[in-house]
């Protein structure tokens, strides 16, 4: 009946806040499987089975001379690596509480750290994948050479952010047009599988393909990375600046059509996910 108040200081309520986030993180990567391991392991496997697709692909088909000259299993992995981080962020902001969830009458949950656990989530998973595999591979394979491996986690981190920004764009619209969000993820997902670009090289592409494939962020990521990655290549036809600046301006949108939502929430649309 009554509610006592509490005056909270600008500090407080920052550590109230960031200690939500991680509950509701370990909250999200515990949702594909009780036990985080297996969670961590099942997103390994599942890089693992697309790095063996894409080796046995360009080796049958005899495409291993497109790739950057140096290690040809690092070249794969870069894109892999990249595009399931862009593509498991989206997928879980866009899976993420909406303001007619039953979370959300818990105060003070709300949807913005429901959408920051998601994408930490995400994150959190990625990297300790992409660590346990490079781990193996240099323990079983040799030394793991990687030129500049900051520039290179950066664009990981990049990849991450546009992932995000795609997926509040797909939230925003997600109660709106549940069916319509559904099959966009989907086609985006899988769409991206080529126009990500992770199988080509950007310098050695003509122009006329180049136009097919510089439209999305995605593809400007995984090229810049290669260009931190390998020391004997550097990327012409791309740019991280402009991944950037469209990720920050498609995260913008996506904020803002989740803020109408959000106020013209009702609880009829959780029937509808």
Same mark, same amino acid.
């Given at each position: 009946?009554?509610?006592?108040?509490?005056?909270?200081?600008?500090?407080?309520?920052?550590?109230?806040?960031?200690?939500?986030?991680?509950?509701?993180?370990?909250?999200?990567?515990?949702?594909?499987?009780?036990?985080?391991?297996?969670?961590?392991?099942?997103?390994?496997?599942?890089?693992?089975?697309?790095?063996?697709?894409?080796?046995?692909?360009?080796?049958?088909?005899?495409?291993?001379?497109?790739?950057?000259?140096?290690?040809?299993?690092?070249?794969?992995?870069?894109?892999?690596?990249?595009?399931?981080?862009?593509?498991?962020?989206?997928?879980?902001?866009?899976?993420?509480?909406?303001?007619?969830?039953?979370?959300?009458?818990?105060?003070?949950?709300?949807?913005?750290?429901?959408?920051?656990?998601?994408?930490?989530?995400?994150?959190?998973?990625?990297?300790?994948?992409?660590?346990?595999?490079?781990?193996?591979?240099?323990?079983?394979?040799?030394?793991?050479? &990687?030129?500049?491996?900051?520039?290179?986690?950066?664009?990981?981190?990049?990849?991450?952010?546009?992932?995000?920004?795609?997926?509040?764009?797909?939230?925003?619209?997600?109660?709106?047009?549940?069916?319509?969000?559904?099959?966009?993820?989907? &086609?985006?997902?899988?769409?991206?599988?080529?126009?990500?670009?992770?199988?080509?090289?950007?310098?050695?592409?003509?122009?006329?393909?180049?136009?097919?494939?510089?439209?999305?962020?995605?593809?400007?990521?995984?090229?810049?990375?290669?260009?931190?990655?390998?020391?004997?290549?550097?990327?012409?036809?791309?740019?991280?600046?402009?991944?950037?600046?469209?990720?920050?301006?498609?995260?913008?949108?996506?904020?803002?059509?989740?803020?109408?939502?959000?106020?013209?929430?009702?609880?009829?649309?959780?029937?509808?996910?």
């Amino acid at each position: 009946m009554f509610t006592p108040q509490r005056s909270e200081t600008m500090v407080g309520s920052a550590f109230t806040t960031l200690e939500l986030i991680y509950h509701n993180t370990v909250r999200s990567v515990r949702k594909g499987h009780e036990n985080a391991f297996i969670s961590l392991l099942n997103n390994i496997v599942q890089s693992l089975i697309l790095v063996g697709v894409f080796y046995f692909m360009f080796d049958i088909l005899g495409m291993r001379g497109s790739a950057i000259r140096g290690d040809f299993l690092l070249f794969i992995m870069s894109g892999i690596f990249l595009f399931m981080t862009h593509t498991k962020t989206m997928s879980a902001v866009v899976s993420s509480e909406g303001p007619a969830s039953p979370m959300m009458n818990h105060l003070p949950m709300n949807t913005a750290i429901a959408i920051a656990s998601a994408a930490v989530g995400a994150l959190y998973i990625q990297v300790l994948s992409v660590v346990a595999i490079l781990g193996v591979y240099a323990a079983g394979w040799g030394p793991l050479a &990687i030129e500049e491996p900051a520039g290179a986690f950066g664009m990981l981190l990049l990849a991450w952010f546009s992932g995000l920004a795609v997926g509040l764009v797909f939230l925003g619209l997600k109660p709106w047009f549940p069916g319509f969000v559904s099959i966009g993820t989907s &086609i985006y997902a899988r769409a991206n599988m080529i126009a990500s670009g992770k199988m080509f090289v950007a310098n050695a592409m003509p122009a006329y393909m180049l136009a097919l494939f510089d439209w999305n962020p995605l593809f400007h990521v995984i090229d810049q990375s290669r260009g931190f990655a390998f020391i004997n290549y550097n990327p012409h036809y791309s740019s991280w600046s402009y991944a950037l600046y469209v990720s920050l301006a498609l995260a913008m949108i996506g904020l803002m059509g989740e803020f109408y939502t959000r106020r013209h929430a009702s609880i009829s649309w959780q029937a509808r996910r």
